[in-house]
């Protein structure tokens, strides 16, 4: 059971929107504590997608935002290509656990 | 160019012991916080441990006293020594850099627990 929680998996056509939510509670993102998203592309590592919540790394497309409210957090990708194809996770602070980072349980996107 | 790189995996038995290694470029480790991530087969990511820039270590309470990490900075290398392994710390382990979240993150190395 994962401290964050993630759909387990979403779908969109090329072209098409699609969000993945990034559910907390109030001692993470509740908190105000930061959220940020890595992209899994299959058999690689974790990759730095959005960082603070709505920042993009150098090098990620505009198509993926990020955004935050309350105790949850959401990723939008826009324009879907194939190559976006993976797995999502979400990642942040609890104040209630001796953990430095807590993770949701990802999202497995599917690019129809 | 900022890289970090795994070695050190490898089948091991229940009750045995294995030293993973990071390799740091383009960054010094002793200047950042270094972390150590591991994906079991098929799930999501867990967050294992840290080491401070000022030396200070931290870890899950699912590795507490039986992992240990360190660092050497003249190799700017940090370890993650395994020690009392069980069956489901079977994983591929991830060396990423830093605090918040992770910006750089190593290729990983599989490690297997079995008899």
């Known amino acids: 059971q994962s401290v964050l929680t993630q759909p387990?998996?979403?779908?969109?056509a090329p072209g098409q929107?699609?969000?993945i939510s990034c559910t907390g509670s109030s001692s993470n993102i509740g908190a105000g504590y930061d959220v940020h998203w890595y992209q899994q592309l299959p058999g690689t590592a974790p990759k730095l997608l959005i960082y603070g919540n709505t920042n993009r790394p150098s090098g990620v497309p505009d198509r993926f935002s990020g955004s935050r409210s309350g105790t949850s957090a959401s990723l939008a990708i826009t324009g879907l290509q194939a190559e976006d194809e993976a797995d999502y996770y979400c990642q942040s602070y609890d104040s209630s656990l001796s953990v430095l980072w807590v993770f949701g349980g990802g999202t497995k996107l599917t690019v129809l | 160019e900022v890289q970090v790189a795994e070695s050190g995996g490898g089948l091991i038995q229940p009750g045995g012991s294995l030293r993973l290694s990071c390799a740091a470029s383009g960054f010094t480790v002793s200047s950042n916080y270094m972390n150590w991530v591991r994906q079991a087969p098929g799930k999501g990511l867990e967050w294992v441990s840290v080491i401070y820039s000022g030396g200070s270590t931290y870890y899950a309470d699912s590795v507490k006293g039986r992992f240990t990490i360190s660092r050497d900075n003249s190799k700017n290398t940090v370890y993650l020594q395994?020690?009392?392994?069980r069956v489901e710390d079977t994983a591929v382990y991830y060396c990423a850099r830093g605090n918040d979240y992770g910006d750089y993150w190593g290729q990983g190395t599989l490690v297997t627990v079995s008899s």
């Open chain 1, 8 to 12: 387990p998996s979403v779908s969109g």
């Open chain 1, 17 to 19: 929107r699609v969000t």
């Open chain 2, 82 to 85: 395994m020690n009392s392994l």
